[in-house]
C-alpha cells in the first residue's frame, strides 16, 4: 500500500510540473510587457535601442543581437521569445 500512495504522490508531482513551468513563463511575460510598456515612450509598440538605453540595461547591451533583423526596434514578442528559451 505504501508505494501505491508514493507512486500517486509522485505521479501527482509529475502532473503539476508543466502547470508550473507555465505559470512562471507567464508571470515572467507579465513582467516583460509591464517593462517594455514602461520603456516604450512613444507607445508605438516597438523599443528602440535608445528607449532602451536608461530602461532595459540588460536589452540595451544586446541589442544588436536580439535585433537580427535589423530594424532598429524590437517588439515585446521578441524580448519574450528569448527570454522564455
Not at 514602461?38 to 528607449?51: A, F, I
Not at 540588460?58 to 541589442?63: K, L, W
Request: charged fraction near 25%; include cysteine; hydrophobic fraction near 40%.
Amino acid at each position: 500500500m505504501r508505494i501505491n500512495i508514493f507512486y500517486a504522490a509522485c505521479l501527482g508531482c509529475v502532473l503539476l510540473l508543466p502547470a508550473i513551468g507555465n505559470a512562471d513563463t507567464a508571470t515572467k511575460d507579465q513582467e516583460i510587457a509591464a517593462r517594455f510598456a514602461q520603456c516604450d515612450k512613444n507607445h508605438d509598440g516597438k523599443l528602440t535601442r535608445d528607449e532602451a538605453k536608461g530602461c532595459m540595461p540588460r536589452i540595451y547591451d544586446h541589442f544588436s543581437y536580439l535585433d537580427s533583423d535589423n530594424r532598429g526596434y524590437l517588439t515585446v514578442a521578441q524580448i519574450e521569445a528569448v527570454a522564455n528559451r
